[in-house]
């Protein structure tokens, strides 16, 4: 088979599949929420491509951006320009529109939107008009990490998103301190200017045994993702300058309790960690603790987690 034969039966299969996706149910009145690639056009679906091309209008965090992906794809729908600043202003237009039986798409820049992007709102006030809400899930950063981190297991595939990191230094750490205390693997935004620091301190709070993910320019051409210990992130990230550029995905692996499952303290370490745990938080107690008695920090930490009703 020549490769021309190869390229005419992709053709006819993404025509077959175009045309069962096209005789779909496609409920007017509805608002459809789309997801889009977040990088790699090739990551756009049959379902959100005849989503866009059947929909009235397409509401987009920005106009310019979304006009990219759609003269890419060939569609022409016309776009309303929906961002933080206007969100409120465009739901009503939108409501108004579904009150006519049309159906419109709502977009953002990259990946899912309503989620750490705008979009919320116009879902909130959609639902409450008593109108459908339709999801077209697709690319996501916050999974696509998750996905090449290894930081979930399938007994305990919980984690959390925590969304973009604050851009200012204390409340930063105040912020990351929080986080810092959940027991399981927690995503972060950052972007380039604001990455070392937001490194030095991930390394100065959660310590450099902690298990750190960084996911750059995901899905794109440049990709590069990098798992170790966050006493070794900041040398990583200084061995090529290209390393901080693009767009981050942070993943904090959850605290390790292995060694804790399967042995105790001693009646003393007890002693010290519950008059700790009286005053302090369980992180700030283990690592306490650990200077004190030479006990590893993720040990003390299982410990205390365990004695939590």
């Known amino acids: 088979m020549t490769d021309t034969d190869g390229l005419d039966e992709g053709a006819v299969t993404w025509k077959r599949h175009a045309q069962l ?8 009145a509805s ?26 209008a397409i509401a987009a965090e920005d106009t310019r951006t979304s006009r990219t992906l759609l003269d890419a794809w060939g569609i022409s729908t ?10 409120q202003q465009v739901a009503e237009t939108i409501v108004q529109r579904l009150s006519e039986g049309q159906r419109i798409a ?70 990351l301190a929080r986080w810092l205390d959940w027991p399981v693997p ?8 604001r990455l070392q620091a937001a490194l030095a301190d ?35 990230l200084a061995q090529d300058a290209h390393r901080g550029q693009g767009e981050f995905v942070l993943v904090l692996h959850a605290p390790e309790q292995v060694a804790a499952t399967e042995e105790g303290l001693s009646a003393d370490q007890e002693r010290l960690m519950n008059v700790l745990l009286a005053e302090l938080s369980v992180r700030d107690a283990a690592r306490i603790a650990a200077a004190a008695t030479g006990v590893p920090r993720d040990r003390l930490y299982a410990w205390a987690l365990r004695q939590s009703p």
């Not at 996706?21 to 409920?27: G, K, R, S, T």
């Not at 789309?34 to 866009?52: K, M, Y």
């Open 21 to 28: 996706v096209a005789q779909q149910n496609w409920p007017a």
């Open 31 to 56: 608002l459809y929420v789309v997801a889009t690639p977040i990088g790699n056009l090739g990551d756009f679906s049959l379902r959100a491509w005849e989503a866009l091309r059947r929909c009235d």
């Open 78 to 87: 016309p776009l309303l320009a929906a961002h933080r600043h206007n969100e």
């Open 106 to 175: 709502l977009v953002s820049d990259a990946g899912a939107p309503a989620v750490s992007d705008p979009g919320a709102r116009i879902v909130r006030q959609v639902q409450a008009a008593g109108y459908r809400v339709v999801p077209l899930p697709g690319p996501s950063a916050v999974i696509a990490a998750l996905m090449a981190s290894g930081a979930t297991r399938d007994d305990e595939p919980g984690f959390a998103f925590a969304g973009f990191l604050p851009s200012k230094a204390q409340a930063r750490r105040k912020w």
């Open 186 to 193: 927690v995503v972060m935004f950052e972007t380039p200017h």
């Open 202 to 236: 991930l390394q100065e709070l959660a310590g450099g045994q902690r298990v750190l993910t960084v996911a750059r320019e995901l899905s794109k051409r440049f990709e590069e993702i990098s798992t170790q210990p966050l006493e070794h992130v900041l040398d990583w």
